[in-house]
């Protein structure tokens, strides 16, 4: 009998995939398959999105439907994930010193014109609600919550915190997502996005006007670590209908500015919090 292992590679202990369960690995693409834009998916796009074949995701749609993960939409050939995911990213966050410390800082930002106050993270090229006190906005639709994600190129808090990362590390994360106009004032372009960036950092905080929801103002400012790079940045909402956008700058940029800079100093004490992500 011919013996072909001498053909076969050989894993030697630096071998990345020998401590890798790609089977594991490839049930995590198919969660991440499913977007806040598109929440349900029929099992051939899983499988396009997760670079898996058909029968692949048939049997890991299945075993996370089967543990609770994934459910099946009545009526159709769809498939969503259930709330059971959040637990997943919640038990990472619920007790972070970020919403400890950012919470009563939040609060004061919260009155009669600005109806919201969040501290959001990056997580690739988008933003990741860490925590969110709201008072408001529930007229204009806007449903933002802990664990919620936008753009990071559309939204104030994206910008709070790309102006503040190398020019190099802000194109990687500007390329991660298709950028497409949510809104009338949505800015998309690769130069002017970075040129937008040299100026957040000029003035110390970035300004949205209803880039990211019609009907919605924003401004947010960096919370920075000891090296002065962005853990986090801290904003502030308002209706555009109760307020211009130069009254809402002139009001709200420095009180953001200043809860930025207090949470800032509070994260630095304890020595900050885990990195955003910024790989591709």
Known sequence: ???????????????????????LAKGFRVLEAFTAQEPE??????????????ATAFR????????????????TRLFR????????????????????????????????????????VLDGGEVLYAERIQAGLTRLGVDIRIGSRVPAYSSAVGHAILAWLPLE????????VTRKSLTDTTLTDLDA???????????????????????????????????GMPMAALSVAAPAFQTTLKDF????????????????RALQTIGG???????P
């Not at 940029?253 to 800032?264: D, G, I, K, T």
């Not at 919090?273 to 790989?279: D, Q």
Request: glycine content about 6%.
């Open 169 to 176: 590390a802000q194109k990687r994360i500007l390329q991660m």
């Open 193 to 227: 996005l970075l040129a937008r960036f040299a100026n957040v950092k000029a003035a110390g905080y970035a300004i949205s006007d209803q880039e990211t929801v019609s009907g919605l103002y924003a401004i947010a400012a960096p919370v920075l670590d000891i090296d």
């Open 81 to 120: 994930l259930s709330l059971k995911v959040l637990d997943l990213g919640f038990n990472a966050i619920a007790h972070s010193d970020l919403r400890t410390r950012a919470r009563p800082i939040l609060r004061s930002l919260v009155g009669a014109v600005n109806e919201a106050a969040s501290v959001g």
């Open 249 to 264: 700058e002139a009001s709200t940029a420095a009180p953001v500015c200043h809860a930025a800079q207090q949470l800032s």
């Open 60 to 75: 890991f749609l299945n075993t996370l439907a089967d543990i609770g993960y994934v459910e099946r939409v009545p009526g």
């Open 41 to 54: 998916l029929a099992m051939a796009e899983v499988a396009r999105r997760a670079g898996i074949d058909n």
């Open 273 to 279: 919090i885990a990195p955003p992500s910024h790989h």
């Open 1 to 23: 009998m011919t013996d072909y292992s001498e053909d076969k590679p050989k894993r030697t202990a630096a071998d990345p995939s020998k401590n890798t369960v790609q089977s």
